[in-house]
């Protein structure tokens, strides 16, 4: 079981920056992929980002350059900074896990958190 916990959402204007952090805990010793998924109201889920066991990241082509994926082992946080935001960024962000990151990447990870909402006005 995995335990992920979401903080850092709130509102920006178009071109602004947020940074996610997603505080993990439980069985924080499998390995597992780890990632952000998103949904906005009436929308599918759609992964955002995902970053392997082996540090390697995957982003969806929507925020390429200019969203980044990290996380820091010794904090068990994961993080997403967001740069250069668009009102089309507007959603509901989930922090995710699994065991793989293609899973992740589609929005159908076996954890995720409670979402932390992210609202870009232009």
């Known amino acids: 079981q995995v335990k992920l916990v979401e903080s850092g959402g709130g509102s920006v204007q178009a071109g602004g920056s947020l940074r996610l952090s997603c505080a993990v805990s439980?069985?924080?010793?499998?390995?597992?992929?780890m990632g952000w998924f998103r949904q906005a109201p009436g929308k599918e889920r759609e992964g955002v980002a995902a970053?392997?066991?082996?540090?390697?990241?995957s982003y969806a082509d929507s925020v390429k350059g200019r969203f980044s994926i990290s996380q820091d082992n010794a904090k068990n946080t994961l993080y997403l900074q967001m740069n250069s935001l668009k009102p089309e960024d507007t959603a509901m962000y989930y922090c995710a896990a699994d065991l793989f990151c293609t899973t992740v990447l589609t929005g159908q990870s076996d954890y995720w958190g409670q979402g932390t909402q992210v609202t870009v006005s232009s």
């Open positions: 970053i392997d066991s082996d540090g390697s990241t």
């Open positions: 439980g069985d924080t010793d499998s390995t597992y992929c």
